[in-house]
């Protein structure tokens, strides 16, 4: 998906959103900015990962939709961190480390919102669509070092990973109406490694596998 395919997407969803609530049922219709912290990981057989912390931010609506439920959408940049553990061939004697990966990109997000305490206490859910750029090494002198497990896949082989992916998400936020916290899990559905099979690198198994995990928490204020 192109980024003016994203964009029309966003905008779309955007006016939906706004419209069904305001014909519908007129309550309350709130934009806002939200932002926090991310801590991702991969779960993979295929190597050793360690879980590092990102951020993310963006534009949210919230939108009375029917009964107790509202309707949440946004639109995210996200910067997930990860770290794979590999080792310097050139250097016997060094121990492997786990170098550090960047993930950049943007998420759409549509959640159905039940109000146990409308304003004050709220359950979250739904999917999430995501497009993101390659998982870059953070630091260049490490894209030549060997990815523990394999003989010469090396940390930059696999940096062409999935751009389009999709998530789950499920969480709770509290606060005031104009003001909430939140605290999410968000679990990858699809193979975020798939792409890695279409290369011709070392593979220690027959495919790469891996779904990406990510507790959140995250800040929001309503306009």
């Known amino acids: 998906m192109s980024l003016k395919s994203l964009v029309f997407v966003t905008v779309s969803l ?8 305001q014909r519908h049922f007129e309550e309350y219709n709130l934009l806002g900015f939200n932002g926090g912290v991310t801590f991702f990981d991969l779960e993979t057989s295929n190597f050793e990962t360690k879980q590092r912390t990102g951020f993310v931010g963006g534009l949210t ?9 509202d309707l949440i959408f946004g639109i995210n940049f996200v910067s997930n961190q990860v770290a794979i553990l590999s080792r310097d061939v050139s250097n016997e004697g060094s121990n492997p480390l786990f170098i550090e990966y960047s993930i950049q990109g943007a ?3 549509f959640l159905t ?9 709220t359950l979250e859910v739904g999917p999430i669509l995501s497009i993101n750029g390659k998982m870059a090494v953070k630091n260049d002198i490490y894209k030549d070092y060997v990815i523990e497990g394999y003989q010469s896949l090396k940390a930059s082989d696999i940096e062409q990973i ?5 998530h789950v998400m499920g969480g709770i936020s509290t606060g005031i ?7 999410y899990y968000q679990y990858g559905v699809t193979n975020t490694l798939k792409a890695l099979n279409d ?23 309503y306009l």
């Open 177 to 183: 109406r104009n003001f909430r916290l939140g605290a």
């Open 199 to 221: 290369k011709d690198i070392e593979k220690s198994t027959s495919t790469f596998k891996g779904n990406s995990t990510s507790f959140i928490l995250l800040a929001t204020i």
């Open 107 to 109: 998420q759409i997000t």
């Open 113 to 121: 919102s039940y109000n146990i305490i409308r304003h004050h206490l």
């Open 14 to 21: 955007f006016i939906f959103q706004q419209a069904y609530s």
């Open 61 to 69: 609506t919230r939108g009375t939709f029917y009964g107790g439920f």
């Open 162 to 166: 999935n751009k389009v992916n999709f």
